[in-house]
């Protein structure tokens, strides 16, 4: 892939696509800290990585540029955005596919929120931390598998894989994406066809 150029281009939920939103898999800043000391550290913000990292893909995997198989307690990423023209007036939603396994995220330095869970999307409104220009995100990935507390699947608690138990999944692994919506919008829906009678049921969330 060349440099530049973003993954997974194509909008993630097609069924809720909407025109103003940008994607923002490409190159971020990464770093590992296996002291779990980033935060004591300092860098939720203005804290420049010593690695790259290719999202939306996971360091373990080749295609991040990363390829780091070893355990990674703790993963931070960085990277920088400019809110596209014309999105005033709306509100602004950070959206994250998946990340293994506890997330927290900042952005221009202010706490946003959490999510626990490494196989589910999640989402918060950051309308009120942007700002004109130039804007930093910053997240950070705690991803414990020899945890018997941490859901882990079949992610190998070993170094290497071994049977049914796969490469362990560390971090950002789906794509990450920003979205602009009205006050007032669809944030959900659920479509249930019913064969038999030939209709559809739709549930929406507002």
Partial sequence: MCRG?????????????RDEWLNLNGVWQFEVDPGLSGQEKGWTSGKDFSGEILVPFPPESSLSGVGERDFMPSVWYRRHFEVPEGWEGRRVWLHFGAVDYEATVWVNGHLVGSHRGGYTPFAFDVTELLRAGENE????ALDDTRSPAQPTGKQSPRFRSYGCFYTRTTGIWQTVWLEAVPE????SLRMVPDLDSGRLFLTVGV
Wanted: hydrophobic share 35%; with cysteine; proline share 19%.
């Fill in 5 to 17: 150029q973003v993954p997974r281009p194509e909008h993630p939920r097609p069924q809720m696509r």
């Fill in 137 to 140: 995100l910053v997240l950070r």
């Fill in 184 to 187: 007032v919008h669809i944030c």
